[in-house]
């Protein structure tokens, strides 16, 4: 084994990937950063074509980094989508690709360049979310990417223990983010393709997540990047890194008996009272 400077990131051409390729590289790190188009990152990032969901571009892409470089630092799975909406209108389709990106994916990545990661005295760094500890309404689908993503590392920890292989999960609140956008447009098409009486079942709902949502004060991309950076880097890192005001939505909410968080949550996103 031997320590290296490079790092593979999944996801890096926007808000918390961005933001990480950029202080990596300015750390002087190597930077594999896994797109699926040309980004033009310059110099000291070296671009590979990689789409988490599909397992044979990760297999393409970790034998094109095992071409470059011994071994890698860390792999940051990062890459990630939001699928949003009530879950009896989330359509099987969606359903499939929250999984395939956020959770599916990152167990390619992990299978394919552990090999580098071992070689390379590293770390794997998986890039979660509160829904992961607290599932929220309306937020189904990703809430349960993410729990099985939380599960996965949790697994992993224990399974690369033999190797001294760390596991980390960071723990991002809001963020200043394209995904958000994306996420609430391709919300709209599912619901333009769904049942419209199913969909005004929900009209209530809908309307108080969105008013809910504009409430909420999303924290720099670049406080998460510093925070994913310092795990890269720690000889010894922690297990879990809480970032924002994920501090409130996981730490506090995970430690109350259910009743009293599912009314809370309730609350918050303007949920209570509503009637059939």
């Known amino acids: ?51 988490v969901a599909d397992p044979e571009s990760v297999a393409a892409a970790a034998k094109q980094v095992a071409g470059e470089t011994g071994g890698l630092r860390a792999v940051i799975n990062n890459a990630g989508v939001i699928v949003q909406g009530p879950i009896e209108l989330v359509p099987a389709d969606e359903w499939r690709r929250q999984f395939e990106v956020n959770t599916l994916g990152p167990a390619s990545v992990v299978r394919e360049f552990l090999p580098l990661v071992r070689a390379g005295a590293g770390r794997i760094i998986n890039v979660s979310a509160p829904t992961g500890r607290v599932a929220m309404p309306l937020l189904g689908a990703l809430s349960a990417s993410k729990a099985g993503l939380e599960a996965l590392s949790n697994a992993l ?68 990047a510093e925070v994913i950076v310092h795990a890269v880097e720690a000889p010894r890192p922690k297990r879990r890194y809480t970032v924002g005001d994920a ?30």
């Open 157 to 224: 920890r224990l399974e690369l223990a033999a190797w001294n292989i760390p596991v980390v999960v960071i723990e991002p609140g809001s963020t200043d983010s394209a995904i958000f956008t994306k996420a609430r447009a391709a919300a709209q098409e599912a619901l333009e393709r769904t049942d419209g009486d199913r969909v005004a079942l929900y009209g209530a709902h809908l309307a108080a997540y969105e008013k809910a949502s504009a409430r909420f004060k999303p924290g720099p991309a670049e406080k998460v």
């Open 1 to 51: 084994m031997s320590d290296s400077r490079a790092v593979l990131i999944t996801g890096s051409t926007g808000g918390i990937g961005a933001a990480t390729v950029g202080l990596l590289r300015r750390r002087g790190f190597t930077v594999y950063a896994g797109v699926r188009g040309r980004a033009g990152f310059g110099e000291g990032v070296r671009e590979v074509m990689l789409d």
């Open 247 to 276: 501090r409130t939505l996981a730490a506090i909410l995970t430690r109350l008996p259910v009743g009293l968080r599912e009314r809370v949550l309730s609350n918050a996103l303007g949920l209570k009272g509503i009637k059939a």
